[in-house]
């Protein structure tokens, strides 16, 4: 059964560093997410990506984030300065085209910043 | 921003016993899906609401949509301990991004 796939599924950095998440969502989906979950907490919206472009963003998507899709099948995410409250668990999600689709998430990368 | 709200947020419930857990949200929307995730694992669908009055039945659970309330409920029969996690539901906002809920922790003792 297709899944989406995310590397590393765990990423220790320090304060300041850039990290970059990794994703290959499913193969015939058009819309691709990010999420995050700091621990035991809701799970909250980033960023959605379809056509190649950011769709929506919310607050917490601030200059520190940025997204990719560099080639036909990778997804990224970049947090360019990491805070110590970036520490989380970041979900990638993809959906198919037609409107009715569900999200199939991946297994997440967990980020620790020191 | 579309706001989503469930309850309770914690359940501890006896095996064998029914309960029902509520989804409300805050504008019009026409899709709502639930998720189950376990402890430190990812969220799997379980079930996809697409119109006023859809229900979607799986084993023991069972999701309802009322739209013109903004209430989605999901309802565990029976329960068993392998329905210990925790459920989220999710609206599908006008941008076509996914608002989850609080999320309900479930523990279902022996």
């Known amino acids: 059964e297709p899944e989406v796939t995310q590397t590393p599924s765990h990423q220790v950095t320090q304060m300041g560093q850039e990290v970059i998440l990794r994703c290959v969502p499913i193969s015939n989906h058009l819309y691709f997410y990010w999420y995050r979950q700091i621990l035991g907490q809701k799970v909250e919206f980033l960023v959605s990506?379809?056509?190649?472009?950011?769709?929506?963003k919310s607050e917490i998507f601030d200059d520190q984030f940025s997204v990719e899709r560099p080639d036909g099948s990778n997804f990224t995410l970049k947090i360019r300065s990491t805070k110590l409250e970036d520490s989380a668990m970041y979900f990638c999600a993809s959906r198919p085209g037609r409107t009715d689709g569900e999200l199939f998430f991946g297994e997440g990368s967990r980020l620790t910043v020191l | 921003e579309l706001k989503v709200e469930q309850n309770p947020l914690f359940l501890s419930m006896q095996e064998g016993k029914n309960y029902t857990i509520y989804c409300n949200y805050s504008t019009t929307s026409d899709r709502l899906y639930w998720y189950r995730q376990d402890p430190g694992k990812s969220l799997e669908s379980l079930f996809v609401?697409?119109?006023?009055?859809a229900v979607k039945q799986e084993g023991r659970l069972m999701a309802s949509l009322d739209t013109k309330a903004r209430l989605s409920t999901l309802h565990i029969t029976a329960a068993v301990h392998d329905l210990s996690a925790t459920y989220f539901c999710?609206?599908?906002?006008?941008?076509?991004?996914?608002?989850f809920g609080t999320g309900t922790s479930l523990t279902v003792i022996p």
């Open positions: 990506f379809y056509n190649n472009e950011i769709s929506e």
């Open positions: 999710a609206v599908v906002g006008a941008g076509n991004q996914f608002y």
């Open positions: 609401l697409l119109s006023n009055g």
